[in-house]
């Protein structure tokens, strides 16, 4: 008989990691709790650097995981430890008798209207890059549709990096978001100045830099240093935004027709839910705690229950599917072992 | 005696910070008093968000590094301006209770 595995999150980890074990001869059980496979990814545009639609990555992971059981609206309602297995009772009243538990909960992306002096739901031209994003492709947003667009402005670090949001860590994929979008939101508009407001801009993956100088250098985007401290509007419903241009050291101020906030990973808040339940260990970020940060990262301080994705920390696609991979290979040999 | 100036120019005194010779002492001090002293990350909130820095070049930021680069007299100058209000202390990404911080460098740095 097949062993079953229980991947609790059906985002690009989850489909990911199922269609190894579904080759590797194991029945992976996906559980998900929204209506839909693919995650955040799946709502995503274009992936940088390449500008890869997200649509693809997403579609081709679903068409490989068609073998495995997929239960949607669905979450855990416990879960318990037998000898060496797991009894997983699920909130369609479905349970799972499993050796192994795979955790890909993912991340959640910051809730900018708690930093309100950005304006977010306060001011009409203020929105989040998962807004963008859904704009990019459904191409329907008043914010953007109902006006004029020269000047656009994104603002970086939107509840990461911020001990007042408390989330002190870096969500790593924000910097290089912004400038992709940048690039894309440039390519709809070209005679509008775009501005991006950085504190470090950090390009640490391949031809990230490359993409960086593209923005500067082809597309005219406009790089400040110097973090947005607060955000107003004036009477025709436009935003003004201040920060210190820090490299002038001199303050800034610019009127624009759209604001975009950067909003940050953060733990889901399923993390702590689930942790409960089989006492897993989560770090200061309140993201899941690996077995070790650095050469077992996808291993949780419990036998039998391994992490893949952003459910550990913030990642980019193509980290999350490698350590989804990974986590496939460790649980394989795992069960070899027992 | 002071030799003639002949040659109508003089040597100006180098602008480079050397941070050989940058006495920290006080600094340190500062730093036992507030461990949020070497927290700043330089992003300028305080000063875009000061309302003396639009007029009097006040900047919480240039003060803080200027301290750590050994150039006090330039950072008690533009402290000066500050009014205390403690608008900065709420937009610190990094938590850093600047007013409190103000006031400890004022006390540590006062002028006769």
């Given at each position: 008989m097949k062993d079953n595995i229980v991947i609790v999150g059906g985002g690009i980890a989850g489909m990911e990691a199922a269609r190894q074990l579904l080759k590797l001869g194991y029945n992976p059980i996906i559980v998900e709790k929204s209506d839909r496979l693919g995650g955040h990814v799946a709502q995503w545009h274009c992936l940088f650097p390449d500008m890869t639609p997200a649509k693809d990555v997403v579609s081709s992971l679903i068409e490989a995981t068609g073998r495995a059981n997929i239960f949607l609206n669905t979450e855990i309602s416990f879960m318990n430890r037998l000898k060496d297995s797991y009894n997983i009772m699920l909130t369609n009243g479905v349970s799972v008798i499993a050796k192994v538990v795979l955790v890909t909960t993912g991340f959640s992306v910051f809730d900018a209207g708690k930093k309100e002096e950005y304006g977010y739901g306060v001011y009409d031209q203020v929105m989040t890059n998962s807004d963008l994003e859904h704009w990019f492709n459904d191409g329907n947003d008043d914010r953007i549709d109902g006006s004029e667009m020269n000047a656009i402005g994104f603002v970086h670090c939107v509840g990461s990096r911020d001990e007042k949001a408390r989330n002190p860590q870096c969500s790593k994929v924000c910097c290089i978001t912004a400038v992709k979008q940048a690039i894309e939101i440039k390519k709809r508009f070209p005679?509008?100045?775009?501005?991006?407001?950085y504190m470090d801009l950090r390009m640490f993956g391949k031809k990230y830099e490359d993409f960086y100088i593209a923005a500067q250098r082809d597309y005219g985007v406009r790089f400040i240093r110097g973090r947005v401290s607060e955000v107003s509007e004036n009477i025709e419903g436009k935003v003004i935004v201040k920060a210190e241009d820090t490299l002038a050291g001199k303050p800034v101020?610019?009127?624009l027709d759209l604001l975009v906030l950067m909003a940050?990973?953060?733990c889901n808040p399923d993390c702590s839910t689930l942790a409960g339940m089989v006492s897993l260990q989560t770090d200061s970020d309140g993201f899941f705690k690996s077995r070790d940060n650095i050469a077992d990262i996808t291993s949780s301080s419990r036998d039998g229950i391994y992490y893949a994705g952003a459910c550990t920390g913030p990642k980019t696609v193509p980290e999350t599917l490698a350590e989804a991979r990974s986590a496939a290979l460790e649980i394989h040999s795992y069960i070899n072992r027992l | 005696m002071t030799?003639?100036?002949?040659?109508?120019?003089?040597?100006s005194p180098s602008s480079t910070v050397n941070l050989d010779n940058v006495d920290l002492t006080l600094f340190n001090r500062l730093h036992e008093l507030e461990p949020d002293a070497w927290k700043c990350m330089s992003c300028g909130s305080c000063t875009a968000t000061c309302p003396a820095g639009n007029f009097s070049g006040m900047?919480?930021?240039k003060v803080l590094h200027a301290l750590q680069r050994g150039?006090?007299?330039?950072?008690?100058k533009m402290l000066r301006c500050c009014m205390l209000c403690g608008k900065c202390s709420m937009v610190c990404p990094r938590g850093i209770n600047t007013r409190h911080?103000?006031?400890s460098i004022c006390k540590l740095y006062k002028e006769d």
């Open positions: 005679d509008a100045m775009v501005y991006c407001f101020k610019v009127t940050g990973m953060v | 030799m003639e100036n002949i040659f109508g120019f003089s040597i900047s919480l930021r150039k006090e007299k330039d950072a008690v911080l103000i006031l």
